[in-house]
T-cell receptor, first 115, second 113 residues
Framework: DSGVTQTPKHLITATGQRVTLRCSPR?????VYWYQQSLDQGLQFLIQ???????AKGNILERFSAQQFPDLHSELNLSSLELGDSALYFC??????????????FGPGTRLTVL | AQSVTQLGSHVSVSEGALVLLRCNYS??????LFWYVQYPNQGLQLLLK??????LVKGINGFEAEFKKSETSFHLTKPSAHMSDAAEYFC???????????FGAGTRLFVKA
């Protein structure tokens, strides 16, 4: 158990819909990262937040957005869903934002299926 | 541009045999390198990481990796495979001045009895 929690574990929805994925980092960690894992794209970095502020952006679509709240939990919002958005979405946390050698601790993931 | 290449999407070994998973990186600045393991239906777990302290890094579950700057490689090895090692392994790189971690495509390890 990494200490990172994600809800829900599974999500099934239809095209065009909007969903919210939730992540609670390990106790004491201030950085939260979101990743998308799919068979064709592999593991792709989406976005990072540190203590409520956006720190880095990766291959995140404009239809996707995220935020980190004062209690440090984070939400990833996916809208106008397409079939290709079906994937496993991981959240990870680390203690800092500027230490590149920092270990990221991954949650169990949310499996999103868009029908 | 920084990138990570894992040679072989699938590797199959017999139980007790040597495990060798290959990872090459491309980086114009000193990299920090990681190996993660993902068991079915689980998140990624750190096996080991290179942070410039020592070129031979020992990790959990008997795995180790050697950083070779001249070859831009960070291959993962284990002397004797166990059935419980069957999983997907990811090599990743972060670099000074960057916040993004770039993951390789992953190598699925199969262990035969």
């Amino acid at each position: 158990d990494s200490g990172v929690t994600q809800t829900p574990k599974h999500l099934i929805t239809a095209t065009g819909q909007r969903v919210t994925l939730r992540c609670s980092p390990r106790s004491g960690d201030l950085s939260v990262y979101w990743y998308q894992q799919s068979l064709d794209q592999g593991l792709q970095f989406l976005i990072q937040y540190y203590n409520g502020e956006e720190r880095a952006k990766g291959n995140i679509l404009e239809r996707f957005s995220a935020q980190q709240f004062p209690d440090l939990h984070s939400e990833l919002n996916l809208s106008s869903l397409e079939l290709g958005d079906s994937a496993l979405y991981f959240c990870a946390s680390s203690s800092s934002d500027v230490v590149p050698s920092d270990t990221q601790y991954f949650g169990p993931g949310t499996r999103l299926t868009v029908l | 541009a920084q990138s990570v290449t894992q040679l072989g999407s699938h590797v199959s070994v017999s139980e007790g045999a040597l495990v060798l998973l290959r990872c090459n990186y491309s980086s114009s600045v000193p990299p920090y390198l990681f190996w993660y393991v993902q068991y079915p239906n689980q998140g990624l777990q750190l096996l080991l990481k290179y942070t410039s302290a020592a070129t031979l890094v020992k990790g959990i579950n008997g795995f180790e990796a050697e950083f070779k700057k001249s070859e831009t490689s960070f291959h993962l090895t284990k002397p004797s495979a166990h059935m419980s090692d069957a999983a997907e392994y990811f090599c990743a790189v972060t670099y000074t001045g960057g916040f993004k971690t770039i993951f390789g495509a992953g190598t699925r390890l199969f262990v035969k009895a």
